[in-house]
T-cell receptor, first 118, second 114 residues
Framework: AQKVTQAQTEISVVEKEDVTLDCVYE???????LFWYKQPPSGELVFLIR??????QNEISGRYSWNFQKSTSSFNFTITASQVVDSAVYFC???????????????FGKGTKLSVKP | DVKVTQSSRYLVKRTGEKVFLECVQD?????MFWYRQDPGLGLRLIYF???????EKGDIPEGYSVSREKKERFSLILESASTNQTSMYLC?????????????FGAGSRLTVL
């Protein structure tokens, strides 16, 4: 069965600190996709990144970076020099590569609430 | 940009009332989803639909039903609301049928049942 674990329920940092949000997943599929979404206080989940199981290259986008390691089934998210606007709930999610029906539905972790204080 | 619009941001209903939560997307997406979000439980899938008039149960369908008469609209129905259905409800849509495709979410509907 698929599962996504975000062990950190809440994290609080001071502005300009670096912070890493952990995500560990379980799946028996060889082809799968991993996602990160951000949910600011306004409520709407916003897509941040998608990674497929065959691409273990790390990715950097501005202050955001993602580290995907299949050996440890982890897909961690780091924010460098955090800002107050980064305060949100962050969700990691997993989907199969399936096509049609329930295949391909996202399995979400329980989320990590990040508070960045000025 | 894909837009997913949920008709009500905040609703307050009484136990036993029938509740309709409406969701409309404007990008001709095949798939639509209803999730429920509760503190400490994350997002849980209630129902999804991969075509007009098609629906599939998610992980927690009990106490809910859905309707998809038109491709752009997916409604969540609580036939007889109960206090344990007080929650944030999130609608999402996705183009195509692949798990690789990105979900686009609405802003959510916060329902309180008294």
């Amino acid at each position: 069965a698929q599962k996504v674990t975000q062990a950190q329920t809440e994290i609080s940092v001071v502005e300009k600190e670096d912070v890493t949000l952990d995500c560990v997943y379980e799946t028996r599929d060889t082809t799968y996709y991993l996602f990160w979404y951000k949910q600011p206080p306004s409520g709407e989940l916003v897509f941040l990144i998608r990674r497929n199981s065959f691409d273990e290259q790390n990715e950097i986008s501005g202050r955001y970076s993602w580290n995907f390691q299949k050996s440890t089934s982890s897909f961690n998210f780091t924010i460098t020099a955090s800002q107050v606007v980064d305060s949100a709930v962050y969700f990691c999610a997993l989907s199969e590569a399936g096509y049609g029906g329930s295949q391909g539905n996202l399995i979400f972790g329980k989320g990590t609430k990040l508070s960045v204080k000025p | 940009d894909v837009k997913v619009t949920q008709s009500s941001r905040y609703l307050v209903k009484r136990t036993g009332e029938k509740v309709f939560l409406e969701c409309v997307q404007d990008m001709d997406h095949e798939n639509m989803f209803w999730y429920r979000q509760d503190p400490g439980l994350g997002l849980r899938l209630i129902y999804f639909s991969y075509d007009v008039k098609m629906k599939e149960k998610g992980d927690i369908p009990e106490g809910y039903s859905v309707s998809r008469e038109k491709k752009e609209r997916f409604s969540l129905i609580l036939e007889s609301a109960s206090t344990n259905q007080t929650s944030m409800y999130l609608c999402a849509s996705r183009g195509g049928y692949s798990g690789a495709n990105v979900l686009t979410f609405g802003a959510g509907s916060r329902l309180t049942v008294l």
